[in-house]
């Protein structure tokens, strides 16, 4: 993925979706919580699983398709910011959306920097940028993970 060619046009095509699906997502956040302690401890606290799965499911899937649009596939934003910003403010999804959404854009915008600057007068993709940093922030984190 790359964010060459990327205007005003596209990013304003975009704003409907943002203004609809990210206080859609800002909603969620006490429900995912809930669903972070477990299914039935969820259940017994009144929450219906599957629907608020789905529901959550979908809000994600429609925030990633609007992000694919704007910038193409940036895949390793998506797997490293929440977990950056997880360890950066804990669990607490009222913390960790907006912390996550604020270091996924500066991963992205570094990474773009750093490829339109690296190899002038080449332009290195800024997925590949991206794939360079997460790919082995991820495998650590499947490594320390039990």
Known sequence: GTVYGADSVRAVRLLPWALVLLPA??????????????????????????PARLLALGVGVALAGAAVTGAGILGFVGLLAPHVARLLVGARHARALPVSMLLGAALVLAADTLGRTLLPPLEVPAGLLTTLVGAPYFLYLLRKTP
């Open 25 to 50: 997502a800002w909603a969620l956040h006490r429900t995912l919580d809930i669903l972070n302690l477990g299914e039935d401890l969820a259940t017994s606290l009144g929450t219906r699983v599957n």
